[in-house]
């Protein structure tokens, strides 16, 4: 059997792999039109520093990325502990988010009011939606204070999304489905932690997980899964069509040539998807050119120690809420996160700029674009510097945004698909963004096709 994949980010060079170790009597062919595999996780190592153009590391509270790692004989690095503490851009200033519950409750972080409306929570009844905003879920459930000032700047953090936009059940399934099951945010976490405790496990108030990387950056995934698939990659071959011949899928390629497979997965962007499928399935094409990609780009700055007074950079970073109307979604202190990340006595900065809300500023020109960084910068920790070192990545078409009604658009996909034996789609679109996700999607893509191909 012939197996063809199109797309050489972590889906495709993780599904590559797992399609070969399970069954490598079979001809697998990977197609990439960049020059370069890894789509958005890129790290650039250059004078020292070690940056991160898009993807800055997993969780270790799901499995997929660490067993992975550990198959492939790399050993994943813990983000220092310091990179726990997480500040909040509030009133001009950044402000400490209490990492515990009960401190964060007698914290001065919310007012009265916006914690006597949290605790209220406890006493809402249910009503679930089949789906809704995160913003219409969290002011419904704990209020406009608490999705203001960390509800919002989290949907920034996350997938540089519209809050008033993003589904709450796409986007954190585990939060609307503690409403659906338990009847309420609070009511879920005290009946979830109930039955951790009775299995000796422990219950945090987060997504949870450590943050782990590699030390090389996140690429060192990228180059390993490269060599392990060897000539089974292709690199600067663009698609740009997909025809059914038969019982066979052929693909077609920018420099005329093509490629004949019994199996198909595209693993590109749902954008790229669409057109590739618009001449075989103008229906398929249609839904999947309704997932939104906005542009984000990343500034990343590196400083000498002592161009920074009066701020402690030792955490994990912080956040910009909307109501804020500053020109950054947030800004992240590498060389507190990882080591290595910067020479001796340098500090690595990266922060994000644009998102669904804030196209505009992320296609700024980039001399324009670092001095607008720069003095947002200035003004939140006192920066007193130029910096020593600049690097300036642009994705066009960044994260997937799961906007309401994601869940109904899957189903229709997922309908049409069935009317093409052997066509698959895989990707951060559809169900996970995350690098976990990814690789957990292609673990079951691979079972899936070896068993029923």
Known sequence: M???????????????????AKANNHTINLYESDEKVGGKIWTERSEGFVTEAGVNGFLDNRPATLTLSKELNLQPIRSNDNARKRFICLDGKLKEIPEKPLS???SDFLSISGRINMV?????????KEDESMESFAVRRVGREFFEKLLDPMASGVYAGDPAKLSIRSCFAKVYELEKNYGGLIKGFLNIAKEKKKLGQKTEAGPGGTLHSFDRGMYSLIEVLRQILGERVFTNKKAVSVEKKSESYIVNFDDGSMSESDVLILAVPAHNASILLKDLDKGLSDYLNQIQYPPLTVVSLGFKNRDFSGIDLNAFGFLVPARESRKILGTLFDTSIFPNRAPEGYTLLRTMVGGARFKEFALLEEDKLR?????ELRDLISLRADPHYVRIFRWQKAIPQYNVGHHLLLENIDRLLTQHKGLFLTGNAYRGVAVNDCIANSEKLASQIIRDF
């Open 2 to 20: 012939k197996i063809d994949i199109i797309g050489g980010g972590i889906s495709g060079l993780s599904l590559a792999y797992m399609l070969l």
């Open 104 to 106: 964060f409750m007698f």
């Open 120 to 128: 209220l929570e406890y006493f809402r009844p249910p009503n679930v």
């Open 371 to 375: 001095e607008v960084v720069l003095s």
